[in-house]
């Protein structure tokens, strides 16, 4: 299925610092490393413009402002599918104007986070499934799992009418390090010891090796998507001295991981 582009941005909560009260909307009181703020909303918009997707899949999307609607207006794109405002950021896809219509939305598995759409595209007729994605972060990896399996099912059963195109936010952390990996043979012994963000990478890995199996992995040799080192045993080192081994935190804290994946079945 020639002529479509794809773009795939975690842009990571832009407009989340808090404000005094009165002085407009009050986000939430920290940021990712690399998190983009409200007044690198015409940035965003601009490299979106330059690159000219035809379709773009969307995640932690401040929505309590409009943002994903001011985004899409800015770029010169239509909203396919967006989350509502009763969380702190969603997922959102964007079309461009004259590439494809949107037929309905999909309905993910339970618990699965993301938005999606059926389209039919304007050049052959021809329809597409595309759904944006954000699975649950940090030490959350059964549900992450669970995410990920119930994506795999549900991908091969939509792909069995119309090829079916993923982007998102996995929050899977590829590379733990060989001491992330011993901390945690060293809570078996010592349960006392935190659990730091992703420690089951066993879990993680078979979820994904589902998903692999399921779709193809289309950013494969993209390397690392993390804007900076995962830096949770640095939050964490502080208020944990001296449970977490100082090692353990420096050699978690050092790797960069790779969150985003785009995923298409096999006709994409």
């Not at 794809?6 to 407009?24: S, T």
């Not at 939305?105 to 595309?130: I, M, Q, T």
């Not at 420690?199 to 900076?228: I, N």
């Amino acid at each position: 299925m020639p002529g479509l582009s794809f773009l795939q941005w975690n842009i990571g909560n832009f407009d989340v610092r808090p404000r005094l009260p009165g002085r407009g909307y009050r986000g939430m009181a920290y940021t990712h490393a690399s998190a983009s703020r409200d007044e690198d909303l015409g940035a965003i918009a601009g490299v979106i413009r330059a690159e000219a997707p035809d379709l773009v899949t969307l995640q932690e999307v401040v929505v309590r402002e409009d943002h994903h609607r001011r985004l899409a207006e800015a770029a010169g794109y239509e909203v396919a599918a967006a989350g509502t405002a009763d969380y702190r950021h969603t997922q959102a896809l964007l079309i461009k104007p004259g590439r494809a219509s949107v037929l309905g939305s999909l309905s993910p598995p339970p618990g699965v986070n993301g938005v999606g759409v059926r389209l039919k595209r304007s050049d052959d007729g021809r329809e597409l499934a595309v759904f944006s994605n954000h699975s649950d972060a940090g030490i959350h990896t059964r549900e992450r799992a669970a995410q990920h399996r119930a994506l795999a099912a549900w991908a091969a059963e939509l792909s069995r009418e119309r090829p079916f195109l993923m982007g998102g936010d996995f929050n899977f952390d590829d590379a733990p390090g060989s001491l992330h990996y011993a901390a945690e043979k060293l809570r078996a012994v010592l349960p006392v010891l935190p659990k730091l963000v992703s420690g089951d990478w066993a879990a993680d890995r078979e979820a994904l090796a589902v998903l692999r199996g399921r779709l193809r992995d289309l950013a494969e040799e993209k390397g690392p998507t993390s804007g900076a080192p995962r830096s949770w045993p640095r939050i964490l080192l502080p208020l944990g001295l001296p449970l977490i081994p100082l090692a353990w935190a420096l050699g978690v804290s050092r790797l960069r991981s790779r969150l985003d994946y785009v995923f298409a079945s096999a006709p994409l």
